[in-house]
């Protein structure tokens, strides 16, 4: 098994010497640590005298993805895909597609000494992106890039990509993996403790409701992106408008309502993932409106009737989901989301996604009437 290494005890020096195995297309001239991801460590290069300014180093977390070369073939067979897809893609939206950056042996990672997994991934310019939405223009894009990313991949058949995380968005499994952590928990108890217990409890009969619509036949197998939360947007700087989705890690099988659900419960809370003001975390209609609209903009033409039908479930379960993946990782002592700033950390995260939960069911309705509304105007 691949190890795992320290990188506090990385110099500069060490990390150049990790880019230069990469044909980055320049001299290097700085890296920096870059964005604020849970999984893996990321790094920003800089370069000269070559058309790209920036390439992204990358050490993947082999702890969490215990077969990363299967990551890799999954983003070469998208990207692949994808470009291809672009050339006959009628649309005036820029748009691009991060690509792999082969090693000077011409291979797509580098496994140092130590046994540690890199990989090199172009940079896109001139955009952003951010942790929390503030308007509904904003929003409309976040759901045009994912709406765009579905379309690009809507006809890659979804055996042609290999499962990453064997699991991931299974909710009765996670709800498995808390009742064993629970079962070895022996320390203190607190009132939030009490109620994410509680929270669980009065809502694990109800897990299953996405797996089980797939089972029926309902719901279809597609490929899903897996992570596409607003950070993983990225914006125009000069026009505001989405242009790539990015970190592919978990591209693989599984169904599109993953990324529904991902994708509004993250970015319609104002105050964030990370905030401690958990108490007031709220879920916004209005930009789930906007992201909605902008989804359906660009996926109407694949989606079907009981697509549209399971798409309040699939926001309060992806809410509902997290919250319990947070509340489990702090009963075994933060081992997955393992870059925690405090100890409870994770268990605060828990409660923002309890709380928003709480406030998708408050809202049940207006967001259902959100829905029939999209679908009749298409009618």
Not at 214 to 231: C, F, Q, S, T, Y
């Amino acid at each position: 098994m691949i190890k795992e290494i320290d990188l506090k005890s990385k110099t500069i020096d060490s990390l150049v010497a990790i880019a230069n195995q990469f044909n980055v297309p320049g001299q290097i001239t700085d890296i920096q640590g870059f964005g604020n991801g849970n999984i893996n460590d990321t790094f920003l290069v800089t370069l000269k005298n070559s058309t790209q300014k920036h390439v992204i180093l990358q050490r993947i977390n082999t702890h969490v993805f215990r077969q990363p070369e299967l990551v890799m073939q999954n983003m070469r067979v998208f990207t692949d895909h994808a470009t291809q897809r672009l050339h006959d893609w009628n649309s005036d939206r820029r748009w691009e597609i991060p690509s792999v950056i082969l090693t000077q042996d011409h291979r797509e990672y580098w496994v140092t000494a130590e046994g540690a997994f890199w990989r090199a991934i172009s940079f896109i310019e001139a955009a952003q992106s951010f942790d929390i939405i503030t308007d509904s223009d904003r929003a409309r894009e976040a759901g045009c890039a994912l709406g765009a990313f579905h379309n690009l991949i809507n006809d890659l058949p979804p055996e042609k990509l290999a499962v990453t995380l064997e699991g991931f968005h299974i909710t009765p499994r996670y709800l498995q993996q808390f009742d064993a952590a629970l079962a070895k928990y022996d320390k203190n108890t607190s009132p939030e403790i009490d109620f994410c217990l509680q929270f669980i409890q009065t809502r694990r009969n109800w897990v299953s409701v996405l797996e089980d619509a797939k089972a029926k036949g309902e719901l279809p197998l597609r490929l899903m992106h897996g992570d596409p939360k607003i950070n993983n947007v990225l914006f125009d700087n000069n026009t505001g408008r989405a242009v790539s989705v990015i970190d592919l890690d978990t591209l693989m099988p599984g169904l599109i309502h993953y990324d529904i659900g991902d994708c509004l419960r993250s970015s319609c809370n104002f105050l964030g993932e990370e905030t401690q003001q958990w108490q007031e975390v709220r879920f916004e209609t209005e930009f789930a409106q906007a992201i909605l609209q902008g989804y359906v903009s660009q996926a109407k033409d694949f989606l079907t009737e009981k697509d549209y039908e399971y798409i309040y479930d699939s926001i309060r379960l992806l809410a509902f989901e997290l919250g319990l993946r947070f509340f489990t990782d702090y009963l075994v002592g933060n081992v997955h989301f393992s870059k925690v700033k405090y100890v409870e950390h994770n268990l605060i995260r828990a409660l923002v996604q309890f709380q928003l939960t709480q406030s998708i069911e408050t809202q049940e309705s207006t967001i259902c009437a959100i829905v029939r509304d999209l679908k009749r105007d298409l009618q």
